[in-house]
């Protein structure tokens, strides 16, 4: 692996503002940005925006303004918004500043002096939704319509400046050919690969019709066309205000699937002409899928109603209002909702594929991945100590957990290596599993009562876990790995070019150091509160857009009625529409969907059983359900179980039914879920759910 890495996302037209979408993108380039930076590699993120061309000077007339006040204003949104979930470009590029006029004019005379830049006439069909040539094949018919904008191509008879393509099909194949990861993933180079053989046909690459654009040197009636313009910004971007020319070629271009032709067809093309060998080419052009929000399709309506940004604040709210202390415990808190909108972007679809990101989902994997999992694997081991115990001698139990670390480090960066941001997480996650796990078995709970050295151990080896999750977890939530750091008692991460500070085997603490145990980092939510967000984020109708419902007013009133639509579907989404009853069945009165759902149901593992002297019937359980030591459950179930069968299932327990006292100091925090069979009881297992998983 290089020591420098160098990550870029699509430049972003300026006729929208940031959305999911290029929310998506610029994330995942921040991911692996930090991930190198970790590595201890220089490394460098460029995102910009794309300001020129036909389409942003339509949409600046629209608004009644001037092309350039129109980009200073939006351009100013994009730059503000990447902070805002939690991006750090290094640089951000408008192709409307000097500095990249000045090179691309340049790239152009090169260009243009080695014999593949020459006057013509184009004659055709120019879509200017997507800034791209089409021929009638391309298209739908009847009525030439493009097939992505849904509105009939333009055609088009003027002068141009034509690039000689057809030159390249040949130099790009053997490029493909001895480069097989040049295009990510690879399915993606097969449709490269047979675009290119069908032939290449020269491309226009000026206009003269409009004047939004940089001009062609010594022929200033020619606007260039924007992406001979926009695909330079990957290079021009690096040689002003300061040389980091040093970073040519660009390990990896991340876009969509929509616009992979441009990036391994045209962009390649244009620096071989230009005279860069191979090796100045880029390495890599990964094209990821496409999202939808709760199964619809991206559109304008869609885009306009769901912000990242406003989704990631209402959950730092709602994580706050959660607080023991309210949301005046949270004050100053970093926001842990942009984490969480990262993290599942991340997770939840798979980088590389077309998948669905829905606030559903999102609440779902912030209750068990993030809470049950993570947050709680926290909570389980800091009330134990108030500094680093001592470790004493390692059994089997600390080999094996440091065995999962090693092989979930390794694997995780073997998949960042590869830009492969949900796999690095599922390995990740393999650990806080196994770190859980291992909490159930060496039972930090009975050590304390009985052997104070052996708890040290247990606590000491968790401790150093939980650095290394947070160490590992940091590209893609860089607050979270902050808080756990601070009350691990931690310093925040120092990079350092040339250190690697990727845990490839567990750290090792000095006992004696300070934690600070601190609020939960991601509380439990209110059902009340998740149906309220689920309720102004719900989509809108499929059969609202586009037309009249594009208006933002619309899409509000939409949003309502959407919740409604979607819950028939999938009557976990509370806030449904009442349907009307249907036929009579055998059973007990319905009950309101909202009395179901404050059930607190959760999965408990049994950690210890025992018989209740004198009272057959009963057993004295002890089930962590993820409140950091286990509840206390006394159930009736000793004619159909031994104690030992049940140490070590998942089981589901109800966790807010009033406390139960069956005398003698016997009281129960919670109740089994069984079913009777056969005449024997049996307990209602899972095979694989973390301690405190939300049963819905
Ligand atoms: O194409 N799912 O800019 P653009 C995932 N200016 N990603 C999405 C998405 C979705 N539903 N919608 C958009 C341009 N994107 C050119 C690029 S580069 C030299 C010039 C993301 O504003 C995805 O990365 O239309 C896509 O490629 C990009 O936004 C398109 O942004």
Redesign the pocket.
Known sequence: MASRFYVT????????VP????A??TIAADVLCRYHRLRGHESRMLTGT?EHGLKIQRAAEARGVAPGAHADEIAAVFRATWPKLGCAPDDFIRTSEPRHKKAVQELWSRIKARGDIYLGHYEGLYCVGC?AYYTEKDLEQPGNVCPLHKKPAESVKEESYFFRLSRYGDALLDYYKRNPTFVQPASRLNEVVSFVREGLQDLSVSRTTFEWGIPVPDDPKHVMY??FD??A??MTALREPEDNTRFWPADVH??????LR??AVY?PAFLLSAGYGEAELPRQVFA?????YSGQ??SKTL?NTISPVEVATALSEAAAAALPGGPGAAAGAPLVGVDVVRYCLMRAISFGQDGDFSLQDVLSRYGSELGNALGNLLNRVLPFAEEVPAKGALGPLEEELAGAQRQAAAAAATAFDANQPTRALDAIWTVIAAANLYIDKAAPWVAKKTDPARLGTIIATLIEQLEAISVMISPVMPVVAGRMREQLGLPPIAFEEGSDRWPMALPSRAPGEKLHRGSPIFPRLEKEKEAELLARFAPPRPDAEPGKADAKAGAKVDAQAGAKADSKAAPAASGGAEVAAPPARQGKSPVAFDDFARLDLRIGVVTSAERVKKKDRLLDLRVDTGDGAPRRIISGIAASYAPEELVGKRIVVICNLPPRDFGKGLVSEGMLLTAEVEGRVRTITVEDAAPGTPVF
Do not use: Q
Request: hydrophobic share 40%; charged share 20%.
């Open positions: 996302t699509p430049i972003y037209y300026i006729n929208d959305h999911l979408g290029t998506y993108t794309d800034e924007v992406w926009a695909l910004n990957y991340l876009v969509g699937k929509d616009i441009f990036h962009w990821h899928g496409f999202l939808t399709k991206m885009r």
